[in-house]
């Protein structure tokens, strides 16, 4: 099963951009749908965007869409979440997790394989 490492977060302006990736270990990456989830502190983890296998298909949260992107390159291993005109609420640790489909697993956040999360804080 793949192992994944996310990267990209940090300290931003409302209104500013960040760019997350996820790399992802072993041969099986392109066989796994991916999604990002984020938790705030005192809420529960909640789901943000997903692309299937392929790419060819992707679902966003209704709070992020027009305004995050999830992509990925499977010659890379690595699943990325563009996140444009950030805002304060957007504020939390972001995880990137795999699942063999894109579905109510994923979305819910129930099982899969997870990575460490890495923290945005977007400032007003």
């Known amino acids: 099963q793949v192992q994944l490492v996310e990267s990209g977060g940090g300290l931003v302006q409302a209104g500013g951009s960040l760019r997350l990736s996820c790399a992802a270990s072993?041969?099986?990456?392109?066989?796994?749908?991916m999604g990002w989830l984020r938790q705030a502190p005192g809420k529960e983890r909640e789901f943000v965007a997903g692309?299937?296998?392929?790419?060819?298909?992707?679902v966003y949260a209704d709070s992020v869409k027009g305004r995050f992107t999830i992509s990925r390159d499977n010659a890379k291993n690595t699943v990325y979440l563009q996140m444009n005109s950030l805002k304060p609420e957007d504020t939390g640790v972001y995880y990137c997790?795999?699942?063999?489909?894109?579905?109510?697993?994923?979305?819910?956040?129930?099982?899969?394989?997870w990575g460490q999360g890495t923290q945005v804080t977007v400032s007003s």
């Open positions: 072993g041969r099986t990456f392109s066989s796994y749908a």
């Open positions: 997790a795999a699942h063999k489909t894109l579905g109510v697993p994923l979305i819910t956040g129930v099982g899969g394989v």
């Open positions: 692309i299937i296998k392929g790419g060819g298909s992707t």
